[in-house]
């Protein structure tokens, strides 16, 4: 079955040993499928936390329930509710009973199934982290190490505790906040987002400067003082949404502190940072170091690529043909951006890569790759005309996508090609996913120049976007005003074109949800399903407000009666 399912990142935690891979100073078991390693709750001061190494192996445990964030359950709740991807239902493909259609249709309830795992995953890493905060802790008090070695990993794990809840508080609002790990609430009140919020920055406020500000090896894929950095400048970016304040000198000021560090710098060549070989990015300033056997989790080509794609890159299997980008965002980017890339023609395959895979494909061994298990109605294994790039033959992705489901076209929708696809490749993938990337530092210090002047013509936000305009070959911008990318018969919009170059540039990175609701855009949904879907599909598309928040899942409610649903639900 091609669906949700099959990219399930649980068993990563099974998979990874302890501390390994994530800060290259803890040692790989002979087999890598062997699962009776000693779990993290079995250590004891007795047998465990002597040495300096062994706080970081214990570290491990908290870092690998990330293994889940790239391609798992926050990526879809995070981008395909968006206009940058969607998962049509393609036959017996995708369907999930409706959650894909639902999911873009802003359409889900409280009962929905995939509600519950965001809310898991996260609160798996906030108990995983209070767990070892207190086991530190314990041991700190009690004498048995020193309590200056203890600070600074009690400050990295309240850090990365900090952005479990800052997922939290971004997709459920009011949630419970308890970090008593000893006496923890088994059925806890939630608090109110304003509360978590604050509560959550004060933490970052109080050990963000407890940090290393060293960038190498021993703090990559791991919370250091930059890290740190940008995630309170992301809190005060989305303030006014989460707490009903704007922070924006706050913003400006923790993005300053990295931009002046002179630690990280935008890369010569945008797709440096999602080569299979990235780890040396000088943009990243938090990343998920995956590898496709030490530590799982990345499977974006199988849910991405068409089916024939497997032989376009020799893979070992049969891509699922899922996950795809819309047509007015494909369009939204300049014929001569380098981050678009060119589609495959007649002639020839594509000649420059870009964030998308469109048109003509071939095999590796030559020739254009074709699918024949198409069925009479579908054009796939057709030659059919669609315009702007050309005639399609046998299942070549092409940006239109001529319903939601249940019988798109298996060859709609651009497909995601942004991080490289290794030749040979399974299902993981090996590329790192960075989660904070230096390009984003200057868009959100842009944003809060912008908001703060209210001025289109800023020169200094104009400036730092113009700084990524460069890299992608175009043109300086000159107003950050303009119709915006999924209405672009409508009106011109302060900071249209802003929120453009944001989609632009961090297209499938997980910002796209938090810019649409920041921006005041969540609502026009209804906007972005036209005209790619059929009749339909655009009158199930919701626009209720109360839907910039995710409802608090079904089972939890069941389970907790200290629990209070989300309003609109």
């Known amino acids: 079955m091609k669906s949700k399912e099959r990219i399930k990142m649980k068993k990563t935690r099974y998979l990874i040993r302890i501390g390994m891979f994530l800060f290259g100073a803890a040692v790989i078991s002979q087999s890598c499928t062997k699962l009776d390693e000693k779990l993290y709750s079995e250590v004891t001061p007795s047998n465990f936390f002597k040495t300096d190494a062994e706080f970081v192996s214990a570290l491990g445990s908290a870092y690998t329930q990330l293994g889940g964030y790239a391609t798992g359950d926050i990526n879809e709740v995070q981008e395909m509710t968006t206009d940058e991807v969607v998962v049509p239902t393609r036959g017996s493909d995708w369907d999930d009973g409706g959650t894909q259609r639902r999911l873009h249709l802003h359409s889900w309830g409280y009962d929905d199934g995939f509600m519950n ?20 802790q314990t041991l700190s008090d009690g004498g048995q190490v020193d309590a200056t070695v203890a600070a600074a990993y009690l400050a990295e794990l309240t850090t990365l505790r900090s952005f479990f809840y800052w997922q939290l508080v971004d997709m459920y609002g009011n949630v419970p906040y308890d970090n008593d790990f000893a006496n923890a609430n088994p059925a806890p009140s939630q608090t109110p987002r304003a509360t978590v919020f604050a509560n959550v920055v004060s933490d970052l406020e109080t050990n963000v400067p407890l940090l290393t500000k060293n960038v190498d090896g021993t703090t990559y894929g791991r919370m250091n003082y930059w890290a740190g950095k940008f995630l309170l400048a992301k809190l005060y970016l989305n303030s006014k949404i989460y707490s009903g304040t704007e922070q924006l000198d706050k913003v400006i000021a923790a993005c300053d502190e990295i931009i002046n560090s002179g630690k990280y710098n935008l890369e010569s060549n945008y797709f440096a940072n999602f080569n299979v070989n990235n780890s040396g990015s000088k943009e990243f300033i938090f990343a998920i170091p995956y590898d496709k056997i030490f530590f799982t989790g990345f499977e974006l080509g199988a849910a991405s690529l068409h089916y024939t794609s497997q032989f376009t890159y020799n893979l070992t299997f049969q891509p699922w043909n ?13 014929a001569t951006d380098l981050r678009r890339g060119d589609a495959g ?3 020839g395959p594509a000649t420059k890569r870009g964030n998308f895979i469109a048109g003509y494909q071939y095999l ?6 074709t699918d024949d298990g198409a069925d009479g109605t579908d054009p796939d294994g057709k030659k059919l005309n ?33 991080w490289e696809f290794e030749m040979g490749g399974t299902t993981e993938m090996s590329n790192d996913y960075s989660v904070f990337r230096y ?25 730092l976007v113009n700084q990524i305009r460069t890299r992608a070959g175009l043109n300086d911008m000159t107003s950050l005003d303009g119709k915006l990318s999924f209405d672009l018969t409508g009106p011109v919009v302060a900071g249209g074109e802003l929120f453009n170059e944001r989609g632009r540039e961090m297209f499938a990175e997980h910002s796209r949800r938090q810019d649409l609701i920041r921006f005041g855009l969540w609502a026009q949904v209804n906007k972005w399903v036209l005209p790619h879907h059929n009749t339909t599909d655009v009158v199930n598309a919701k626009t209720d407000a109360y839907l910039t928040l995710y409802p608090i899942p079904k089972p939890k409610l069941a389970a907790n009666p200290n629990l209070v649903q989300n309003p609109g639900y």
């Not at 890493?125 to 905060?133: E, F, H, K, M, Q």
């Not at 984003?440 to 842009?446: F, G, I, P, T, Y």
């Open 117 to 136: 795992n965001p809310w898991d995953f996260c609160y798996s890493g906030v108990s995983t982290a209070n767990r070892l905060i207190y086991q530190f």
């Open 322 to 334: 899922g996950y795809c980008s819309l047509e007015k965002f494909y369009n939204s980017y300049d």
């Open 345 to 347: 023609t007649l002639t």
């Open 364 to 369: 590796a061994s030559g020739g254009i790759a």
């Open 386 to 418: 669609l315009g702007n790039i050309g005639d399609i033959i046998n299942g070549q992705p092409a940006p239109q996508i001529n319903e939601l489901g249940p019988q798109a076209w298996r060859q709609s929708g651009v497909r995601i090609g942004k």
């Open 439 to 463: 390009a984003d530092v200057l868009l959100m210090k842009a944003e809060a120049l912008w908001r703060k002047s209210q001025s289109a013509t800023d020169a200094n936000a104009l400036a």
